[in-house]
């Protein structure tokens, strides 16, 4: 009674696959963004925003991305928006995905020497001037391999988006197992896509760790 | 009037008292070298001068000109009085010419082909016009120091001070960056420089200041300090180091 083909379910966990794809990219194209502003906070001069940026951080880093997911998706329900699934879970992954990558580039920034900060002051540089021309230049080379890292954990992290109802590779699984009974071939092939959409990222991670550091030894 | 006037300086890390009140004048074209042990506060007081420090009590003043720890001051008074490190602290992305570049471009908005002819005869006074374009990490020890002391030039400072300049180098590089920190000394630069280099002290300045726990010790020309030291503890410090 079996009318499903391997080939059509494969097709139809690669048409969802798409959306794991656009989630991801979203997520983390949008996590940079909002990543880099509370960077800017984190390493500036306002105790305020240090403190605030640090609450942020403690607060996505201490909680799992599920709550997070839910309370996008009921919590602004509450007050009588109504959010679709796309939205709540894009919006979840973007602050989660911020709340990482301003504590790996936070690392990257204070791995700089503090000679620096003293040589370029003593030549008469003000803050920005620092930050822009000797500090994130050394900075944004140490992140690159972290940063692509982290690519791979958004990637993962969209999985939990299918428990809120949108449809991506996940949930597109759980909906092509209840059609066809053949839970391990299904998800097998799920499996499957997640690396190959992950592996190639952590690969250039370590490639790009290699290549960045042999050329910061000799240029 | 002194070029750079240090008075009644103290300056505190937590409880601990590093300068206990320091009276140091010097004149334009006087080269000082502040010997002492280690903790002494040599190093502390002239990062103090640069502002990398903030006094407690106190007043420096720099060709007339207070020393505030606001930015707008802060930055006049480093257009004054460069500074050369320990450890280079060159800009290790940043090519040697470029380095000598940056802060005229960025702080004194000088054009580039100007900064780049800067550059060019600044680095061929320390004697690396040939390494333009080499990164630091290409660079020895020696040369790294002697680009760095080309990059303070280039902001065409009135003084400079020297905090340990040849403290990192291997002994056969002390040299090169003694030979060209003697020529500007000829040359008539202002120098003030912490340094363990005795023969060189002797040699090259014209006032040795001593420091004690936090005090100017002894003061005096290198003949006299050196020859005739008046305290038990320089008598010993020189003892130990000659």
């Keep these: 009674m079996n009318d499903f083909t391997t080939w059509d379910i494969l097709r139809n966990l690669l048409l969802a696959a798409r ?62 928006i109504d959010v679709p699934a796309w939205l709540a879970a894009a919006v979840a992954l973007i602050l989660w995905s911020a709340a990482f990558l301003t504590e790996i580039w936070r690392g990257c920034v204070e791995a700089v ?19 822009r021309y000797v500090i994130l230049p050394q900075a944004l080379r140490v992140a690159v391999p972290p940063t692509v890292g982290f690519s791979v954990q958004v990637v993962k992290g969209t999985a939990l988006t299918s428990i809120i109802g ?42 790009l760790e290699r290549k960045l550091n042999v050329a910061h030894r000799n240029h | 009037m002194s070029l750079i006037e240090i008075t009644e300086v103290k300056k505190r890390f937590g409880d601990n008292e590093v300068l206990k009140g320091i ?43 207070q020393l505030l720890p606001d930015e707008l ?33 960025v702080v004194k908005k000088t054009p580039r082909a100007e900064a780049e002819e800067m550059a060019k005869k600044m680095l061929e006074r320390v004697g690396l016009s040939h390494k333009f374009d080499a990164y ?56 003030m420089m912490v340094t363990h280099e005795m023969r060189f002290a002797r040699e090259v300045c014209s006032r040795v200041v001593f420091m004690h726990q936090g005090r100017v010790h002894e003061i005096g020309p290198p003949e006299e300090v050196f020859s005739n030291p008046r305290t038990a503890e320089l008598q010993q410090f020189l003892g130990v180091t000659h």
């Design chain 1, 19 to 80: 959306w794991t794809v656009l989630l991801s990219v979203v997520s983390f194209i949008g996590g940079g963004l909002v990543g880099a502003l509370l960077l800017f906070l984190r390493i500036g001069k306002s105790r305020l925003g240090q403190i605030f940026v640090r609450f942020y951080v403690e607060i996505f880093q201490g909680t799992p991305l599920l709550m997070q997911l839910f309370l996008a998706f009921f919590g602004l329900g509450l007050f009588g």
């Design chain 2, 136 to 191: 630091p990490d290409q660079l020895s020890g020696g040369q790294q120091q002697r680009v760095a002391i080309a990059r303070a030039l280039a902001m065409q400072p009135i003084a400079l001070l020297c905090d340990e300049i040849t403290s990192a180098l291997d002994p056969e590089l002390v040299n090169e960056v003694l030979a060209v920190v003697k020529e500007l000394a000829a040359e008539g630069m202002t120098l």
């Design chain 1, 166 to 207: 949108f449809v991506e590779l996940s949930k597109a699984g759980t909906m092509v197992t209840n059609a066809t009974f053949e839970p391990f071939t299904v998800y097998g092939f799920v499996a499957l896509i997640y690396f190959c959409l992950c592996w190639p990222l952590s690969k250039s991670s370590q490639i």
């Design chain 1, 113 to 131: 020497a503090r000679g620096q900060w003293e040589a370029s002051s003593s030549l008469g540089m003000g803050y920005l001037q620092q930050m």
């Design chain 2, 23 to 65: 009276n140091i004048d010097v004149e334009p074209g006087e080269v000082i070298a502040i010997i002492g042990r280690s903790g002494s506060g040599k190093s502390t007081l002239l990062r103090c001068i640069n502002g990398l420090e903030n006094i407690d009590e106190g007043s420096i003043s720099v060709a007339g000109a």
């Design chain 2, 73 to 105: 001051h802060l930055k006049a008074l480093r257009l004054k009085v460069g500074m050369i490190f320990q450890s280079f602290n060159l800009f290790p992305h940043l090519t040697a010419g470029r380095n000598v570049m940056l802060s005229q471009m």
